[in-house]
């Protein structure tokens, strides 16, 4: 087992489940992006434990220059067990990094909408306290009980 694997299990059964604990009683406005974000983090455990604890990547198309051969990532074989949950969804950014790739998994797309659905609820949670007369509904949801 890599260091790397150890420290993301260590940081998801101390964290994050933790963390879930405490929002789902302190500010349950932001417990759907939480459970989002583990469960992404779940998704991409799962693959990475059943296949030799490296991330499979589908790699196909013309231009795709990938490097499979590392340390966290292997190429995808006969052998490679939950292929849905792998990396193969192929995206390129037409501003940033022009004509490079990047392969994301259905659990890195899962961590990234749990993380951005936190970040905008916190960015409403600061204007409604900030405007609380404006939104009376949203600032009692939040308030300790």
């Known amino acids: 087992m ?8 260590v940081l998801f059964f101390l964290v994050l489940l933790p963390l879930t604990v405490y929002l789902w009683k302190k500010a349950p406005i932001l417990l759907p992006g939480m459970l989002t974000l583990c469960l992404g983090v779940s998704l991409n455990m799962i693959v990475i434990c059943t296949n030799e604890y490296k991330m499979p990547v589908v790699v196909f198309g013309e231009g795709v220059e990938f490097d499979v051969a590392d340390a966290t990532h292997s190429a995808v074989s006969e052998k490679t067990k939950f292929l ?12 940033f990094n022009k004509g490079h790739i990047n392969i994301l998994s259905i659990g890195d797309i899962l961590i990234y909408m749990g993380t951005d659905m936190m970040l905008m609820y ?24």
């Open 122 to 145: 916190c960015v409403l949670l600061s204007i409604c306290h900030k405007f609380q007369n404006l939104f009376p509904k949203i600032t009692e949801m939040t308030r300790e009980p």
């Open 2 to 9: 890599s260091i790397k694997l150890l420290v993301g299990f």
């Open 84 to 95: 849905f949950l792998a990396d193969h969804i192929h995206v390129t950014s037409p501003i």
